[in-house]
């Protein structure tokens, strides 16, 4: 882990899960019983995973997710604690159901099937934070729990703190989150309703007001666009064993970066190699070890 950085701190808001991940040599077919070679049970979710790397890079870092009270309470807070991450929970001392997901990975060629729950979490938006967005240079959004994403965006906007967007796939309430997201950086599975097409997308998050937009395809070349020009980033071919969180990695590493002060364009470079590395190895945190 790197040394902490004593700039301004980076806010990622959104999701974490418990994660139960299988590493198997090929798919399981109906009423089989397969043996794992290898599982991980960690914390993940997108802007947890993206919190973590970006900590892990040398950020000082907070995370604003609903955790609430249950069984697996402690076991969330001290696993991504253990990163140097303070966590702001909205419904701490609330009855909760964690957000499970259960992933299964090919050692054959990285690829991997999720499956998971998400019980209905309801957010009271607290209108007197217990923290100060002040403390912050960057937000980063994954786009789950919408009301108070969307809040904490508008708050941030008017602070005129650069806002985040993590667009893994289209969600309820981005089209009016997005009017305060300033850089958006999307999977190729991120479709807005009514468009097609990287120019429509591109087209569709600048006139919402996003400056700057990417496109991730996973070993295909990065697309980007800044209103005034789009181009793309190749990116350097990686031997595969696991794509679990690299889209997550991918953004914190960026937000670690921008942070630092590299362009937009240096950062989505140096987020793809953090990226790539941590698609060489197996589970979402053995890439910090190498």
């Given amino acids: 882990m790197n040394e902490k950085s004593s700039e301004k701190r980076i806010l990622f808001v959104g999701l974490n899960t418990v994660d139960l991940q299988f590493f198997v040599n090929h798919y399981p077919g109906p009423n089989t019983k397969t043996k794992a070679h290898h599982n991980e049970v960690i914390t993940g979710g997108p802007a947890t995973n993206a919190a973590i790397a970006c900590a892990w890079l040398g950020s000082s870092v907070d995370l604003y997710t609903p955790v609430g009270r249950h069984s697996l309470s402690s076991f969330i807070l001290e696993d991504i604690s253990r990163y140097q991450i303070r966590i702001l929970d909205p419904i701490a001392g609330f009855e909760s159901q964690p957000v499970f997901a259960s992933i299964i990975t090919s050692q054959h060629n990285g690829e991997r099937t999720i499956f998971s729950y998400h019980p209905d979490h309801k957010v009271v ?38 806002c985040v967007l993590d667009g893994g796939s289209w969600k309820p309430g981005l089209e009016e989150l997005l009017k305060y ?65 690299a889209g997550d990695i991918f953004h914190g590493a960026f937000c670690h970066y921008y942070a630092a002060g590299h362009t937009f364009t240096s950062s989505l470079e140096q987020a793809s190699y953090i990226a790539g590395k941590s698609c060489k190895c197996l589970g979402t945190r053995a890439w910090m070890k190498v």
């Fill in 181 to 245: 997201i300033q850089i958006a950086i999307c999977s190729n599975d991120f479709r807005v309703p009514e468009r097609e097409g990287s120019p429509e997308i591109f087209e569709f998050l600048h006139e919402k007001g996003v400056e700057m937009a990417a496109i991730t395809r996973g070993d295909e070349s990065i697309l980007y666009s800044d209103k005034q020009m789009q181009d793309e980033i190749m990116v350097k071919p990686v031997s595969v064993k696991d794509t679990l969180g």
């Fill in 125 to 162: 938006i607290n209108h007197d934070l217990n923290f100060n967005l002040n403390d912050y240079s960057l937000v980063l959004f994954d786009g789950f729990h919408p009301e108070l994403a969307i809040y904490l965006a508008r708050e941030a906007n008017q602070k005129g703190i650069a």
